[in-house]
């Protein structure tokens, strides 16, 4: 992996949620480039010792840790052993979240026909308020939970710089996917509030929101089987000006930037679209 540009942050330790997975896993790779020490917390520790590995293999220092971002004592837990190992976090990414087909509809629109059908579909009415939960406490919670427990050392120094990870899910809420599109708006304006709150302790909080990626979690989404895009691919890529998915290694100049405090120290509050033009597009 080559980053767009140098950056050097030696000094700093950073913690990334969700580390494990695809694009936080990409995200903790170039990290690893810039000389920082990189603490990567995932559900899955093999997961995330494995990226922890690559890092390390290419000249970095990282480690891997188990942690469930909804237990706020394995959050402290990790912490403790982070201190030993690192010493205190500088910049938090909370990029663990994600959905669950128990808050997600079969159909993009309810029907009259679909209240009386005996067909096995899911409609509004139908949503199990156990699967929207999990994925509210996963997205919102598990951006709180992280934050709470990281950025009181960076508030008691005075400094410290943390970036969430929302979606354009926050901007216009996709179909079939409710709990998931709430729950990172919710993200988003949880973002503007810390600015806020944490302003006169010098820490700066935004946010990223990916477009659409190809990931492990909505591959069935996007591709059938055999490899030909689904229906709903080619609304995503018709209602996309750059026609296209974006690549992972798209997102390492907006996190850069994030992250270097020389380059976006008047930067706070704000929720950057990488999306290739989706936001910008009325679909006429």
């Given at each position: 992996?080559?980053?767009?540009?140098?950056?050097?942050?030696?000094?700093?330790?950073?913690?990334?949620?969700?580390?494990?997975?695809?694009?936080?896993?990409?995200?903790?790779?170039?990290?690893?480039?810039?000389?920082?020490?990189?603490?990567?917390?995932?559900?899955?520790?093999?997961?995330?010792?494995?990226?922890?590995?690559?890092?390390?293999?290419?000249?970095?220092?990282?480690?891997?840790?188990?942690?469930?971002?909804?237990?706020?004592?394995?959050?402290?837990?990790?912490?403790?052993?982070?201190?030993?190992?690192?010493?205190?976090?500088?910049?938090?990414?909370?990029?663990?979240?994600?959905?669950?087909?128990?808050?997600?509809?079969?159909?993009?629109?309810?029907?009259?026909?679909?209240?009386?059908?005996?067909?096995?579909?899911?409609?509004?009415?139908?949503?199990?308020?156990?699967?929207?939960?999990?994925?509210?406490?996963?997205?919102?919670?598990?951006?709180?939970?992280?934050?709470?427990?990281?950025?009181?050392?960076?508030?008691?120094?005075?400094?410290?710089?943390?970036?969430?990870?929302?979606?354009?899910?926050?901007?216009?809420?996709?179909?079939?996917?409710?709990?998931?599109?709430?729950?990172?708006?919710?993200?988003?304006?949880?973002?503007?509030?810390?600015?806020?709150?944490?302003?006169?302790?010098?820490?700066?909080?935004?946010?990223?929101?990916?477009?659409?990626?190809?990931?492990?979690?909505?591959?069935?989404?996007?591709?059938?089987?055999?490899?030909?895009?689904?229906?709903?691919?080619?609304?995503?890529?018709?209602?996309?000006?750059?026609?296209?998915?974006?690549e992972a290694e798209e997102l390492i100049g907006t996190l850069l930037w994030l992250v270097?405090?020389?380059?976006?120290?008047?930067?706070?509050?704000?929720?950057?679209?990488?999306?290739?033009?989706?936001?910008?597009?009325?679909?006429?």
């Amino acid at each position: 992996m080559k980053l767009p540009f140098e950056l050097d942050l030696k000094e700093k330790v950073i913690v990334i949620t969700g580390g494990g997975g695809v694009l936080c896993g990409m995200f903790a790779k170039a990290l690893g480039k810039t000389g920082a020490k990189i603490a990567i917390l995932d559900l899955n520790e093999a997961a995330a010792q494995s990226v922890a590995d690559e890092i390390v293999k290419d000249g970095g220092t990282a480690k891997g840790y188990a942690a469930n971002v909804l237990k706020l004592e394995d959050i402290k837990s990790v912490r403790e052993k982070m201190l030993s190992d690192f010493g205190k976090c500088d910049i938090l990414i909370n990029g663990a979240g994600g959905n669950n087909p128990k808050g997600t509809t079969t159909k993009e629109y309810l029907f009259p026909e679909d209240l009386k059908t005996k067909e096995e579909i899911t409609t509004f009415f139908d949503l199990d308020p156990d699967g929207v939960s999990f994925v509210f406490n996963l997205n919102f919670l598990g951006t709180l939970l992280p934050t709470q427990v990281f950025a009181k050392d960076m508030a008691e120094n005075g400094k410290g710089n943390i970036i969430n990870i929302s979606s354009m899910n926050a901007f216009t809420p996709l179909t079939k996917i409710p709990a998931y599109s709430g729950a990172k708006a919710a993200v988003s304006n949880f973002t503007q509030w810390l600015a806020v709150h944490f302003s006169k302790v010098g820490i700066r909080v935004n946010a990223i929101a990916p477009g659409f990626f190809v990931t492990a979690q909505n591959k069935n989404l996007l591709f059938n089987a055999d490899g030909t895009p689904t229906p709903r691919t080619d609304k995503i890529l018709a209602a996309t000006p750059m026609g296209r998915f974006g690549e992972a290694e798209e997102l390492i100049g907006t996190l850069l930037w994030l992250v270097n405090d020389d380059a976006s120290s008047f930067v706070d509050g704000v929720v950057v679209p990488v999306d290739g033009g989706f936001s910008a597009y009325s679909g006429v």
